[in-house]
C-alpha cells in the first residue's frame, strides 16, 4: 500500500464518513531484538462485527498500512451484499439495513449449479460454474461422523453462487466463473460445506499487486496445510546464504543471542512456486514466552520469501508473547478452548477418541477469527512442541552442514520480481500448467473505490485450504497425499480424521 493513501486510509476509520463505529489502533510492543514497529487495528464495524487487523514492517508508514489495509480485507469480507441473503427474514431485514451497505460490484444467483447453468442460457460456453470435485473437502469417514459440522459439497444443493473473473484469460475476454457465497464472505450461512476464511484476500491501491498478494497467499497455505497434514520434514534454507536479505540474517543473529533456534524450511510444492516456513523454537521458554511460532510466505523469489516469513514468524512470536500475558490461562484451558471451538467435549489432553455433545451448538455460532487466534496461541505452551517437532526438528539430516543449503539459484517457476505484470502472468500460467484456474473476486465497496483501493478475493479450486480447529481438514483433497511424495519431503504420515491436532500457523 503506498505510503501517499495513508490519510485517506485512516480517513475510513476515524473521518466523519468513518465506515466504522469504533476504532482504535496501537503500537505492539516488541522486545527490541530488532527495529521493526508492529501496529495492531483493533475496532468493530456499524454491524458490531469485530474487525481486526495487524502489520509489520522496519518502516512505520508501511506497518500501519499494512494494520490498516488487513482491517480492510476484514471489513470487506464481512460486509456481504444483501441480496445473497436465502432466508425470508434476513432478506427482509437486510432490505430495511440496503441504505448503510455498501453495493459491491459483482452478480449474484440463487439455486443449484444446473439452474445457474440455464439461467446463463447463451452465455453458458463463455461461464464456468465450479463443479464440487473441483472443491474437494472432506472424505466419507468425516461426513458419516455425527459429530462433524460440515455438509457434502453437492452440484444439485441449492446456494447462493457470486460471479469472479477467471485469471487465466486475458482481461479483454473477462471469463466470468461462478463460485459458491460462502466460500468468498466471511458471514453466518446455511451452505456449511466448509469453514469460511480469509485466504486470498488482499487490499492495494494497484490491481496487479492485488492479483499478486491473493494468489501467494493461496499457494502459501496450500504448501503449509499439506506440510502439516502429512507431518513432513522438508529441507532447511541457510539464513545466512549469500542470497538472503541482511534482514534474515540479522533476524536470525538477533534470536540466537536470546537462545532461541530460527529455521528456514523449504515447502514449495509441485507448484514450483518458491514458498517458505520460518520456525522460532524455543527449547526452554519461559512463564510468557512462546515455544514456537511461525510465520509462511510464497513470492517471486526465494529472497522474498524468505524475507517476508522470518517477518511473519518473529510477528507471530511478539504478538503470542503479549497474548500469553494478556489471557494468562493455563493449558489446560487453552486446550479446553480449542475444542469447545471446535465443537467436541472437551477431555484431558491427549486423548483422541473426542465427541460432541448434541446440546452443544452449531459450529458456525462461533467465528472462525477466534478459534485461528487459539492456534498460535496453544503452541506458545512446551506440552505442544512435540506434536509440531517435525517444524523444527533437523532430521533427516546428518549434521549441521547437510542441514542448510543455500538458496536455489534455479527452480521451476521464474518470476521477475522488478515486473509484477510478468511476475502476474508467471505464477498464473505456473499454475494453469498443472491444472488449476484462478480466479478473483471483486469485494470493494463504493466506500473504498473511491480511494482507488481495491479489495479482492483469490480462490484457486482444487488446492488445499488452509486446516481449522481439530475437525474442519479437506482430507478428501488428494493434494495431501501425493504432494509429498511429488517433491520428496519426508512425511511421517496423516492422522485419522478423529485424531487431528490444531496448526501453529497465525
Given amino acids: 500500500m503506498r505510503t501517499l493513501f495513508l490519510n485517506d486510509l485512516t480517513a475510513l476509520f476515524t473521518g466523519r ?101 440455464t439461467q446463463l442460457t447463451g452465455e453458458a460456453a463463455r461461464h464456468t460454474v465450479l463443479e464440487a470435485e473441483k472443491w474437494p473437502t472432506f472424505t466419507s ?27 487465466v484469460t486475458r482481461p479483454a475476454e473477462d471469463k ?41 497467499e493461496v499457494v502459501e497455505r496450500d504448501a503449509f496445510t499439506i506440510l502439516w497434514e502429512s507431518r513432513s520434514r522438508t529441507p532447511l534454507l541457510d539464513p545466512f546464504s549469500k542470497g538472503q536479505a541482511k534482514e534474515v540474517e540479522e533476524l536470525a543473529l538477533a534470536l540466537k543471542r536470546h537462545k532461541l533456534r530460527f529455521l528456514l524450511r523449504n515447502m514449495t510444492t509441485d507448484l514450483g512456486i518458491p514458498s517458505v516456513l520460518a520456525v522460532i523454537h524455543n527449547p526452554a521458554p519461559g512463564k510468557h514466552r512462546p515455544a514456537l511460532a511461525i510465520g509462511a510466505a510464497s513470492a517471486g523469489s526465494f529472497r522474498v520469501a524468505c524475507l517476508k516469513a522470518a517477518r511473519e514468524a518473529y510477528h507471530t512470536w511478539v504478538w503470542m508473547s503479549e497474548e500469553h500475558q494478556r489471557r494468562n490461562l493455563s493449558f489446560e484451558e487453552a486446550w479446553s478452548q480449542i475444542f469447545k471451538f471446535s465443537h467436541q467435549r472437551a477431555e484431558p489432553f491427549p486423548t483422541h477418541q473426542r465427541t460432541r455433545p448434541a446440546e452443544e451448538p452449531h459450529p458456525t455460532k462461533r467465528p472462525v477469527e477466534d478459534m485461528m487466534v487459539l492456534h498460535p496461541y496453544i503452541y506458545g505452551f512446551p506440552e505442544m512442541s512435540k506434536y509440531a517437532d517435525f517444524l523444527f526438528d533437523t532430521a533427516p539430516y546428518a549434521d549441521s552442514s547437510e542441514c542448510n543449503s543455500p538458496l536455489p539459484d534455479e527452480v521451476s517457476y521464474q518470476a521477475l520480481p522488478t515486473d509484477p ?70 512425511p511421517q504420515g496423516i492422522l485419522p480424521y478423529n485424531q487431528g491436532l490444531p496448526h501453529p500457523f497465525p
Avoid at 482491517?71 to 456481504?80: G, P, V
Avoid at 461422523?145 to 485469471?167: A, I, M, T, Y
Wanted: proline share 6%; hydrophobic share 40%; aromatic share 8%.
Fill in 17 to 117: 464518513a468513518a465506515i466504522f463505529d469504533s476504532f482504535v489502533m496501537h503500537r505492539v510492543n516488541g522486545d527490541d531484538m530488532l527495529p521493526y514497529f508492529m501496529y495492531s487495528v483493533m475496532g468493530r464495524n456499524w454491524q458490531g462485527i469485530r474487525i481486526t487487523g495487524s502489520g509489520i514492517n522496519p518502516d512505520p508508514s508501511l506497518a500501519k498500512a499494512a494494520a490498516l489495509g488487513e482491517a480492510l480485507e476484514r471489513y470487506s469480507l464481512t460486509n456481504q451484499p444483501s441480496n445473497l441473503c436465502n432466508d425470508n427474514q434476513l432478506n427482509r431485514l437486510a432490505g430495511r439495513l440496503a441504505g448503510r451497505l455498501a453495493a459491491c460490484s459483482v452478480t449474484q444467483f440463487w439455486g443449484n449449479r444446473q439452474e445457474l447453468i
Fill in 176 to 216: 466470468p466463473v461462478w463460485v459458491p457465497a460462502s466460500l468468498v464472505w466471511l458471514v453466518p450461512t446455511n451452505d456449511k460445506i466448509t469453514a469460511g476464511i480469509s485466504t486470498g484476500t488482499a487490499c492495494h491501491t494497484d490491481e496487479t499487486l492485488v492479483k499478486l498478494s491473493g494468489l501467494y
Fill in 421 to 490: 505484470s510478468a511476475e502476474l502472468h508467471n505464477i498464473v500460467n505456473s499454475l494453469k500448467r498443472r491444472g488449476y484456474e484462478p480466479l478473483t473476486v471483486d469485494l470493494a465497496g463504493e466506500e473504498l473505490s473511491r480511494y482507488g483501493i481495491q479489495v479482492k478475493k483469490v480462490l484457486i479450486p482444487g488446492l488445499v485450504p488452509l486446516s481449522i480447529g481439530v475437525q474442519c481438514r479437506h482430507l478428501a483433497n488428494p493434494r495431501i497425499h501425493s504432494v509429498p511424495t511429488e517433491v520428496n519431503w519426508n
Fill in 141 to 167: 469417514e468425516q461426513l458419516s461422523d455425527p459429530s462433524f459440522p460440515f455438509f457434502k459439497f453437492r452440484d444439485n444443493e441449492s446456494r447462493s453462487w457470486v460471479k469472479g473473473v477467471s485469471l
